[in-house]
């Protein structure tokens, strides 16, 4: 089974700031997916940026890239010029890519990092 | 497009009853697979449906089951209620069964006494 480790219960960053969230993740398949979304308090889990393992360029949406390392195992998500609005709960999660027969396993959740961007 | 609905949005049981969570996904997503978020476990697959078929479940007990309609909604079903199902239960769509990409509804949160 896969697991995903997020290590950094609790960040903060000053607005304006670059922030760096890690994760890894451990699984032996070639094929998979990773994910970061964002839970603000009103719980709504919003998709930030995806990379597929395949891809060994870093993926990057605005404000937003990666630091994907594939053979670490680390996916970690740089956020530049911190706003209030990205403070939230931060999930790095896992899709498997191997297709079993039996249709989609889920997305795999690190525990997730709580981020405090102070004015 | 609209985006994924859920309803009840919140939800008061008592143990022993039992309760039905209502999904309706993206238009045009076959796909919709549900979540537990709790603070001691985190967030837990629970299944996932396409065309109307459970495709897959997570390490949940039989008193947890779902169904799809032909249009793609979904409805959850926990019997039984137990406190420790007290939790955040989100659903998600996707286009198909293995598209990777899953977009979440805003969750119903369930309060069992």
């Known amino acids: 089974a896969q697991t995903v480790t997020q290590s950094q219960p609790e960040m903060s960053v000053q607005e304006a700031e670059t922030v760096t969230l890690s994760c890894t993740y451990d699984t032996s398949e070639s094929d998979y997916y990773l994910f970061w979304y964002k839970q603000p308090p009103s719980r709504q889990m919003i998709l930030v940026i995806r990379?597929?393992?395949?891809?060994?360029q870093n993926a990057t949406e605005n404000r937003f890239s990666v630091n994907f390392q594939k053979a670490a195992k680390s996916f970690s998500l740089k956020i530049s010029d911190s706003q209030l609005g990205d403070a939230a709960m931060y999930f790095c999660?896992?899709?498997?890519?191997?297709?079993?027969?039996?249709?989609?396993?889920?997305?795999?959740f690190g525990k997730g990092t709580h981020l405090i961007i102070q004015p | 497009k609209a985006g994924v609905t859920q309803t009840p949005r919140y939800l008061i049981k008592t143990r022993g009853q039992q309760v039905t969570l209502s999904c309706s996904p993206i238009s045009g997503h076959r796909s919709v697979s549900w979540y537990q978020q709790t603070p001691g476990q985190g967030l837990q697959f629970l299944f996932e449906y396409f065309s109307e078929t459970q495709r897959n479940k997570g390490n949940f007990p039989g008193r947890f089951s779902g169904r799809q309609f032909s249009n793609s909604r979904s409805e959850m079903n926990v019997s039984t209620l137990e406190l420790g199902d007290s939790a955040l239960y989100l659903c998600?769509?996707?286009?198909?069964?293995?598209?990777?990409?899953?977009?979440f509804g805003p969750g119903t949160r369930l309060l069992v006494l």
């Open positions: 990379q597929e393992a395949y891809k060994q």
């Open positions: 999660a896992y899709f498997s890519g191997v297709y079993s027969g039996g249709g989609a396993d889920g997305l795999t």
């Open positions: 998600a769509s996707s286009p198909s069964s293995r598209e990777e990409t899953q977009y």
